[in-house]
């Protein structure tokens, strides 16, 4: 049985599994495979960027920094428009 963890994610109540890291949940929220470095697996661009509790993490450091239950997590991706 896999112990779950309540996180906010974009304003709203989500689960995560306990011992996931950043990486693991933008990997997850995206649908996309990442590499360490938080880039995509297949070569693509990513285009998003993440917080938790109001500081934004560089990708490098995705794959570090683990997710606590009650961690506010915002992942933003970028638009093109005019």
């Known amino acids: 049985m896999t112990t779950l963890h309540t996180v906010r994610l974009n304003g709203a109540d989500h689960e995560v599994p306990a011992g996931s890291t950043l990486l693991g949940v933008v990997a997850d929220l995206?649908?996309?495979?990442?590499?360490?470095?938080g880039s995509r697996a297949d070569g693509g661009r990513l285009g998003v960027a993440a917080a938790v509790g109001g500081t934004v993490v560089p990708r490098g450091r995705w794959v570090a920094r683990d997710i606590a239950p009650g961690d506010e997590i915002e992942i933003v991706t970028a638009v093109q428009g005019g």
């Open 30 to 37: 995206t649908g996309h495979a990442l590499r360490a470095d």
